[in-house]
């Protein structure tokens, strides 16, 4: 009996779920960056050469886009989970530099020392209870006395939200409670929303607002002069996008809890699929997930050109 051909055999890359391969690509985009050279002059002579220095690194726009997923198993949770995803990411990418913004669940010493002794790379964590000696500590401090260094205002979908943050250097006791300690931070939401009610047994609605004042603490293992407060400011709201993005959209737009699938590995096979289909689609450059999906139906270039392909005719 003649040997099978491999049908992957002409791709550079392949997909693997639970050590069977079940797909191929030959081209891997999306994770660029590039650096710009700053120019400077020493003294204030303009007939001196000038001279340049590496400058900002900027990295292609993925945002809402999974580039690395791990399964989790029914007798654990994702905190000892996440060190062995981010190693193997960092076998395909380099890490090193880059800054992990993590939630209140992954604020833990072990994840503060992996990500800058292994990975060289900076962290941004919001701490809250689940962490109680550095919550304490940080909320020990005197922020009466630092100052807001930065402000934002935001309106839309019926809210108003302001966020205000203070950023003071870290000190020693709580840099002795987390590795790599640099700064701490402590950002105030304050929100108006429009709510319409209605009494028991009225058809009549008013419309009533409703204030809310939430306290977050942050910690980084950047200094100040490598990210200031409109940066962290940045990296904490940067994190929402993972469920305005990714959670919301397989919850909503796929109805990913309506799901009939369920058992063996078909869950999360499926799971799969969707993160592949919102990356594909951002990556093309299209934000509006839902109503993309609707033209894929019909539109034939559409597709073509979110798969990266080339119509042949």
């Not at 993590?102 to 689940?130: Q, S």
């Amino acid at each position: 009996m003649a040997d099978r051909l491999d049908p992957y055999a002409g791709y550079n890359f392949a997909v693997e779920l639970d050590g069977i391969t079940r797909a191929g690509f030959r081209e891997c985009s999306g994770l660029e960056n590039s650096q710009n050279a700053g120019e400077y002059r020493e003294g204030t002579d303009k007939n001196l050469s000038v001279r340049k220095l590496p400058g900002l690194v900027t990295h292609s726009d993925i945002t809402g886009t999974v580039i690395a997923e791990r399964l989790i198993g029914p007798k654990t949770n994702e905190v000892p989970e996440l060190a062995p995803l981010l190693r193997e990411l960092n076998q395909y990418y380099c890490l090193a530099g880059h800054v992990i913004t993590l939630d209140a669940l992954h604020t833990v010493r072990a994840h503060a020392a992996f990500i800058c002794g292994e990975l060289l790379a900076h962290y941004v964590m919001t701490v809250k209870c689940n962490t109680p000696a550095l919550y304490q500590a940080l909320d020990a401090l005197d922020w009466a006395s630092v100052p807001v260094q930065h402000e934002v205002t935001e309106a839309g979908h019926g809210r108003r939200e302001r966020r205000t943050i203070q950023v003071t250097d870290a000190p020693e006791a709580v840099k002795a409670l987390f590795p790599h300690a640099r700064q701490a931070a402590l950002i105030e939401r304050y929100v108006t929303r429009k709510v319409r009610k209605r009494k028991k047994g009225s058809r009549k609605y008013k419309t009533t607002e409703v204030r809310s004042a939430i306290a977050v603490f942050v910690i980084t293992s950047l200094d100040a002069r490598e990210a200031g407060p409109v940066h962290l400011a940045d990296y904490v709201r940067g994190q929402w996008t993972i469920e305005n993005k990714v959670h919301w959209v397989r919850d909503v737009t796929f109805r990913e809890d309506s799901s009939r699938v369920r058992t063996g590995p078909r869950p999360r096979i499926m799971a799969t699929l969707r993160n592949l289909a919102i990356g594909l689609i951002r990556q093309a450059g299209h934000t509006r997930i839902a109503v993309t999906i609707r033209k894929l139906k019909y539109d034939t270039d559409l597709l073509l050109a979110v798969l990266g392909l080339q119509n042949a005719a």
